[in-house]
T-cell receptor, first 111, second 112 residues
Framework: DAGVTQSPTHLIKTRGQQVTLRCSPK?????VSWYQQALGQGPQFIFQ???????QRGNFPDRFSGHQFPNYSSELNVNALLLGDSALYLC??????????FGSGTRLTVV | KQEVTQIPAALSVPEGENLVLNCSFT??????LQWFRQDPGKGLTSLLL?????REQTSGRLNASLDKSSGRSTLYIAASQPGDSATYLC???????????FGKGITLSVRP
């Protein structure tokens, strides 16, 4: 049973560029959440998607946007990248009140 | 606003020791609490999920307890091994559809 799959694994971008990260949820899960984890910190909630709609959003600027597709997969887009956006981006999926299952993350480096 | 604290930030123990990792949260009205393990540069692996109606959960050498009234959870690791070396994160969920709020984690080193 495949867990949560994220791509790419690593990414290097230049300041001002745009980036798209992808996530396929665990089989049977319908809710996808995105988190940003800076070095030495706990993950911070970005937003959550359910039924192709953004259900909740954390304290992140509008440069961060997302999408959920009919097959429950999701994308995270970040525009106008800043050096401070360098982090590990984690995708998590869930079904109802089950626990969250996390992917291996995408390491984004902005130079 | 829910806040989760994990102290200390780092812990080093000799192999074979039993140990307890602590997690505290400010709002006792939680839905559930989940403990995760994270290896350096990797994603999160779920260890144990405790629903708000439960007092503890066990999986192998791991036991997690929950005391909502005092805003505390502990993760007990029996007979620690070098392979247990990792960062352990605690996260709380305040509603059925709500986000997870994480602590900063405790980095555990088990010395052979």
């Amino acid at each position: 049973d495949a867990g949560v799959t994220q791509s790419p694994t690593h990414l290097i971008k230049t300041r001002g560029q745009q980036v798209t990260l992808r996530c396929s949820p665990k089989s049977g899960h319908d809710t996808v959440s995105w988190y940003q984890q800076a070095l030495g910190q706990g993950p911070q909630f970005i937003f959550q998607y359910y039924e192709e709609e953004e259900r909740q959003r954390g304290n992140f600027p509008d440069r961060f946007s997302g999408h959920q597709f009919p097959n429950y997969s999701s994308e995270l887009n970040v525009n106008a990248l800043l050096l401070g956006d360098s982090a590990l981006y984690l995708c998590a999926s869930s079904l109802g009140t089950s626990g969250y299952t996390f992917g291996s993350g995408t390491r984004l480096t902005v130079v | 606003k829910q806040e989760v604290t994990q102290i200390p930030a780092a812990l080093s123990v000799p192999e074979g020791e039993n140990l307890v990792l602590n997690c505290s949260f400010t709002d006792s009205a939680i839905y559930n609490l989940q403990w995760f393990r994270q290896d350096p540069g990797k994603g999160l692996t779920s260890l144990l999920l405790i629903q708000s109606s439960q007092r503890e959960q066990t999986s192998g050498r791991l036991n997690a307890s929950l005391d909502k009234s005092s805003g505390r959870s502990t993760l007990y690791i029996a007979a620690s091994q070098p392979g247990d070396s990792a960062t352990y994160l605690c996260a709380v969920r305040t509603g059925a559809n709500s986000k997870l709020t994480f602590g900063k984690g405790i980095t555990l080193s088990v010395r052979p």
